[in-house]
């Protein structure tokens, strides 16, 4: 059974930092990779950031390049989004996700944690 259980999530204020984990479980991730997506109240859910767990390629949408930082620690099966300088507009609810494809594309992804909300006052 696959469990990604993310953590990490909390109100803050614009200009803080956060840092999301994603705890992985269940199965082994060699081979694939891991995402973070969001979802706005209203909106589609979108592309966050992500990593090819073996080999630590990144990819990061445009909107958070040079703020966010995706990681992992394969000692504790953990991937972490560290956010800073946050923005109103990143309010949402984040989500882990794993795919052994196109680590862009929602549709690819095969296994979700719940998600964590993140509230970003101005």
């Known amino acids: 059974q696959v469990q990604l259980v993310e953590s990490g999530g909390g109100l803050v204020q614009a200009g803080d930092s956060l840092r999301l984990s994603c705890a992985t479980s269940?199965?082994?991730?060699?081979?694939?990779?891991m995402g973070w997506f969001r979802q706005a109240p209203g909106k589609e859910r979108e592309f966050v950031a992500s990593i090819v767990w073996s080999g630590g390629i990144t990819y990061y949408a445009d909107s958070v390049k040079g703020r966010f930082t995706i990681s992992t620690d394969n000692a504790k099966n953990t991937v972490y989004l560290q956010m800073n300088s946050l923005k109103p507009e990143n309010t949402a609810v984040y989500y882990c996700?794993?795919?052994?494809?196109?680590?862009?594309?929602?549709?690819?992804?095969?296994?979700w944690g719940q998600g964590t909300q993140v509230t970003v006052s101005s």
């Open positions: 269940g199965r082994t991730f060699s081979g694939r990779g």
């Open positions: 996700a794993t795919s052994r494809y196109n680590l862009l594309v929602a549709a690819t992804y095969d296994y």
